[in-house]
């Protein structure tokens, strides 16, 4: 069954095929799944609509083990290394999963590799909750893994990426991109200094401001944008 999303405008609820419990009211399953218009009620008469999740869904209703990528990143790294739909991944630190989970959107597979056995699990119930059937989940340590095939794009969100690096360009097709994300600029230095012998390499940081709009106008958010720093470089 496709993963719905069942909203008021104000929250979000991932549709689990139980009714749901909200702040007003309840909403019966059987309304949920014979609803025809997009549009069920709870008991008490509110009004929700009934949504098909989509890719920004993953970000607010996967389980998390630790803090995943946020969308403005997974954006910028599909978009600086073209992402097809031929492309296949490799994804070194599952995490969540968030990022797996945006890539094969687009890719025709991704393997992922946590080293972590519990975030593991975890991040593969996620992809199972939302059917996402072109995920690869390997338990290991990257360093010690090998493969029989090459990738278009390599993402490594690891704290040791800049020992990696060696390891898995081997794996990385000639014009394939490599992708660090770091949330500190020591260590996206380190990751650039690894990448010196490809043919290009960019460090870029992407701040991202949401726009409040208020009876006295409209002015961006103030609150700290930082998330990390992405490395991209091109074999």
Same mark, same amino acid.
């Given at each position: 069954m496709t993963p719905l999303i069942i909203t008021d405008g104000r929250r979000r609820? +991932?549709?689990?095929?139980?009714? !749901?419990? /909200?702040? #007003?009211?309840? !909403?019966?399953?059987?309304? !949920? +799944?014979?609803?025809?218009?997009?549009k069920v009620k709870t008991h008490l008469g509110y009004e929700f609509s009934v949504r098909e999740a989509r890719s920004e869904d993953y970000f607010h209703h996967f389980t998390r083990t630790r803090t995943p990528l946020m969308p403005k990143d997974v954006g910028a790294i599909i978009a600086y290394t073209g992402l097809k739909s031929s492309d296949v991944v490799l994804d070194a630190g599952t995490g969540t999963g968030i990022l797996s989970a945006f890539l094969a959107t687009i890719a025709s597979k991704v393997i992922t590799c946590e080293s972590n056995p519990h975030s593991a699990r975890v991040a593969l119930r996620n992809f199972r909750t939302f059917g996402i059937d072109n995920v690869e989940v390997i338990i290991g340590d990257i360093r010690r893994l090998h493969f029989r095939m090459k990738f278009d794009v390599i993402t490594l969100d690891l704290p040791e990426a800049h020992e990696v690096i060696p390891h898995v360009s081997e794996y990385l097709k000639d014009g394939g991109y490599l992708?660090?994300?770091?949330?500190?600029?020591?260590?996206?230095?380190?990751?650039?200094?690894? +990448?010196?012998?490809? /043919?290009?390499?960019?460090?870029?940081? +992407?701040?991202? #401001?949401?726009?409040?709009?208020?009876k006295r106008g409209i002015r961006p958010n103030t609150r700290v944008a930082h998330t990390g720093y992405l490395v991209i470089a091109r074999k």
């Open positions: 609820y +991932l549709f689990r095929g139980k009714d !749901i419990h /909200t702040d #007003r009211g309840v !909403i019966s399953a059987v309304d !949920i +799944l014979s609803s025809s218009d997009g992708v660090v994300y770091s949330p500190y600029i020591d260590r996206s230095a380190e990751a650039m200094r690894a +990448l010196q012998n490809f /043919t290009s390499v960019r460090g870029i940081e +992407l701040i991202e #401001r949401e726009i409040n709009i208020s």
